[in-house]
C-alpha cells in the first residue's frame, strides 16, 4: 500500500497505515440534499455520521482513540477520547488517524469544520484538519499546533475555497505526540462542518509571503510550498490555515521559460525570467517566485569510488547515512537559505545569501577513521571576487556522541584561488589529515561551510571515503581467494585446501602473542593480538624442495615490524621481512598478498621444515598459508 504525509511538526510521514472501519448505517440524507453527493455536514454528533470510516495512522498507538460516555461536551451522550502515549511506549510513538467517507460529500455550503475539544492538560494538538482521505488527500487544510486548555471551547478551521470541496472524503484527520514526554487525554465533540458566515477571509501566501529570485536551468523542477490562508474568525483572532497547492490556481508569466502545474511544481524548460504567482479564488496570493533561468546545466560528475569504501553523505551514488538537516538554520548570526533543486532527476543543495550553514548527522554519528577523504563538489555561479574563500569544518561530537560537549573536536580547512574558479564544478578531495584539529574522527557529526565573498553555491556529492590508505582495524571481507591447483599445494593454514595434519598453530613458546582463530565473512582466519612473537609447528616434517614459493596473505593496520621465518633442525632459521601495514595499494580491501620465493630462506633446509615463526608487534590477521609450485 501506499504511504501517506501531512503537515506536522513532529510526525513528517506516515508509514503504511493500518485501518480499523468503523462504518455506520448508510443514510442518503435525501431530506437535507437535492444534489448527486450528501451535503450532511455532521462528522462525530455524539456518534459517527453515516458511512464515516476511521484510519489510524502507521505508527500511532492503535486503541489510542475511543467513543467516551463518560466525558463530553454540554452532557452529550458521547465524544471522541484520544489518550496520546508517553515517550518510548512500545505500543506507538503517538496517536492520530483520518476519519472519511467510501464515497464524497458536497461540503461547498458550508465555510468551516467546528468542533468543541478540551484536553487534560495544557497542551498543543500538532495537527488537526480535514481533506486526508489517505488517497491524493489534494484538498487538505490544516491547523498546526493548535492549543487546548483543560475546559471545553470551540474551535474553528476555516475552509480555504468552499468551491472546491464538491466530493469531499476526508472528513477530519489529526496528528499529536507526547508533551514534554508525557502523554495526556484530550477529547473532541460536535464535530461537524458549519456555515458560521462569520468567518472573513484575509491574505492567502505562497513561499511563506516572500519574493524569491533563484537562478535556474533547463530541466530543474522546484513545488511551490510555504502554503497559508488566514482568515478573520468571530472572536477577531488572525488564524492561518496550512492549505494544499490544489486551492491555488498558478500562472506562469512566461511559460516559454518556466512551467507550473496545479500542484505547484514549476519545470524550467527555456533560457530568460518567469515569475510564477498564485490565486486562492479571485484574490492574488501574496510571494512570488522569479525564476533566472541561464540555460543548460551540467551535472556535477558522477562518482566512481567503490561503494563499499564510501559514507555518503548526499549523493544519489551511494546509499546515505541519516541526516538530520543539510541546513539547520542557526540563527541569529545565520544567513544561509536554501533554494534546492533538482535538475534531470539529480538532487542538487543550493545555498543562498551564503555566510555560513551547517550538515549535522548524529543519530548516529559517522566514524570516519576507516577513511581518508572527504569528497565535496561545489559550484560558484557568481563571480570570484578577491580575497573569497570557502572553508570546510569537520566536527566530531566526541565520545559522548553529543553536540557541544567538553570532549568535542573539530578543525578547518580553507580554499582560496587559484582552486575556486566561476561557473565550473570543483571536486574538493581532501584528505582527513589535512584537518590537523581533528585527533578523533570516530564520532563525526557535522560538516560546516563558511564563505567570504560568496554568496551563492551548488554542493553535491558530499561523502567520505578510503583510497585504500586506511585499513580497517579488523578485515571486513575475507582474504583472497586462493587460485593455485590442490595438486600443486601443500597448506599449512586454509579453508581452500587440505592442510598437513596434526599441525599445531599455537604452541607454548613463552610469547606474550594472544593467538586464536576467527571467523571473518564465514571463513576461519588467524588472529595474533599483541605480537611479539608466534609460532606455527607442523604436524610432521615437511619437504617443500619441489615447490616454489611460500604463499601468505596478511592484514594489519597498525603493525611497523612483521617478519615471517622458515625454520628446519638445528634450528637453523631465517626471516623475510613483510611490508607493514597491508594498505594502501597493492592490497585488496586491506589485505596483502605475497607469495615469497623459498630461495629467499637459504640456508633453512627445504627438505626438513619443521616449523614457522612471526615476530614484529601489533595485531595480525593470517590467512591461505601454503608452499606451491
Not at 140 to 158: D, E, M, N, R
Not at 269 to 282: F, N, Q, Y
Not at 371 to 388: E, K, Q, V, W, Y
Request: contains cysteine.
Amino acid at each position: 500500500m501506499k504511504t501517506y504525509s501531512i503537515y506536522s511538526s513532529k510526525k513528517i510521514g506516515f508509514a503504511i497505515m493500518s485501518l480499523l472501519l468503523i462504518l455506520g448505517c448508510q443514510n442518503d440524507f435525501s431530506d437535507l440534499q437535492e444534489a448527486k453527493y450528501s451535503v450532511n455536514p455532521d462528522v462525530f454528533i455524539d456518534t459517527f455520521s453515516p458511512g464515516l470510516n476511521f484510519a489510524a495512522f502507521g505508527g500511532t498507538v492503535v486503541t489510542g482513540f475511543q467513543v467516551d460516555g463518560n466525558v463530553s461536551y454540554n452532557k452529550s451522550p458521547a465524544s471522541m477520547r484520544f489518550d496520546v502515549p508517553n515517550v518510548n511506549d512500545p505500543e506507538g510513538a503517538y496517536v492520530g488517524g483520518s476519519y472519511f467517507t467510501s464515497v464524497g460529500r458536497d461540503l461547498s455550503g458550508y465555510d468551516a469544520l467546528t468542533f468543541w475539544a478540551k484536553s487534560s492538560q495544557s497542551s498543543t494538538i500538532d495537527v488537526i484538519g480535514f481533506g486526508n482521505d489517505f488517497g491524493a488527500n489534494k484538498y487538505q487544510a490544516s491547523i498546526s499546533g493548535l492549543a487546548l486548555s483543560t475546559v471545553w471551547k470551540k474551535y474553528i478551521i476555516p475552509i480555504p475555497d468552499p468551491s472546491k470541496l464538491k466530493i469531499e472524503k476526508g472528513m477530519l484527520f489529526l496528528s499529536e505526540g507526547p508533551e514534554n514526554g508525557k502523554g495526556y487525554t484530550f477529547w473532541l465533540d460536535e464535530v461537524k462542518f458549519e456555515k458560521l458566515g462569520t468567518v472573513s477571509h484575509g491574505q492567502s501566501s505562497i513561499l511563506n509571503g516572500t519574493d524569491k529570485v533563484e537562478t535556474s536551468f533547463i530541466g530543474v523542477t522546484k513545488t511551490i510550498d510555504g502554503l497559508i490562508s488566514t482568515f478573520n474568525l468571530p472572536n477577531g483572532v488572525n488564524q492561518s490555515v496550512n492549505v494544499t497547492p490544489a486551492y491555488f490556481v498558478f500562472t506562469s508569466s512566461n511559460p516559454a521559460v518556466a512551467t507550473v502545474d496545479e500542484l505547484g511544481k514549476v519545470t524550467t524548460i527555456g533560457s530568460g525570467t518567469a515569475v510564477i504567482t498564485a490565486k486562492l479564488g479571485d484574490v492574488l496570493a501574496k510571494g512570488s517566485l522569479t525564476i533566472n533561468s541561464a540555460g543548460t546545466f551540467v551535472n556535477a560528475p558522477t562518482p566512481t569510488q567503490d561503494a563499499s569504501k564510501v559514507i555518503s553523505i548526499y549523493t544519489e551514488k551511494y546509499p546515505n547515512v541519516p541526516v538530520d538537516y543539510y541546513n539547520g538554520y542557526w540563527a541569529p548570526y545565520q544567513t544561509t537559505k536554501s533554494a534546492d533543486f533538482t535538475v534531470n532527476g539529480d538532487n542538487v543543495l543550493n545555498y543562498t545569501n551564503f555566510n555560513f550553514v551547517g550538515i549535522q548527522f548524529s543519530a548516529p554519528t559517522v566514524d570516519a577513521s576507516v577513511t581518508s577523504h572527504l569528497h565535496i563538489d561545489i559550484f560558484m555561479p557568481n563571480a570570484i571576487a578577491a580575497g573569497s574563500s570557502f572553508k570546510v569544518q569537520l566536527v566530531d561530537f566526541g565520545a559522548d556522541g553529543v553536540a557541544g560537549g567538553s570532549d568535542d573536536k573539530s578543525s578547518t580547512v580553507t580554499f582560496a584561488s587559484p582552486t575556486l574558479v566561476t561557473k565550473s564544478w570543483i571536486g574538493l578531495n581532501i584528505p582527513l589529515s589535512n584537518f590537523s584539529g581533528l585527533t578523533s574522527k570516530t564520532h563525526i557529526g557535522q560538516i560546516i561551510f563558511e564563505g567570504t565573498n560568496i554568496t551563492n553555491f551548488y554542493a553535491d556529492n558530499i561523502y567520505f571515503y578510503n583510497d585504500g590508505s586506511i585499513i580497517p582495524s579488523v578485515p571486513t571481507t575475507v582474504a583472497p581467494t586462493p587460485t593455485a591447483l590442490s595438486a600443486n599445494v601443500l597448506s599449512v593454514f586454509s579453508d581452500a585446501y587440505t592442510n598437513v595434519a596434526g599441525t599445531d598453530l599455537n604452541p607454548s613458546w613463552g610469547q606474550a602473542t594472544v593467538a586464536s582463530q576467527v571467523l571473518i565473512a564465514g571463513n576461519n582466519t588467524l588472529k595474533y593480538s599483541g605480537l611479539n612473537y608466534q609460532g606455527i609447528v607442523l604436524g610432521s616434517a615437511q619437504n617443500v624442495t619441489s615447490k616454489t614459493y611460500l604463499h601468505l596473505d596478511y592484514y594489519t593496520s597498525n603493525s611497523t615490524s612483521l617478519k615471517v621465518y622458515l625454520i628446519s633442525p638445528g634450528p637453523v632459521e631465517k626471516p623475510y621481512v613483510l611490508t607493514v601495514p597491508t594498505g594502501p595499494s597493492p592490497s585488496v580491501n586491506g589485505w596483502r598478498s605475497i607469495d615469497i620465493p623459498l630461495t629467499a630462506f637459504s640456508p633453512v633446509n627445504l627438505s626438513n621444515i619443521i616449523q614457522l615463526k612471526f615476530d614484529g608487534n601489533g595485531n595480525i590477521y593470517l590467512d591461505n598459508i601454503y608452499f606451491r609450485n
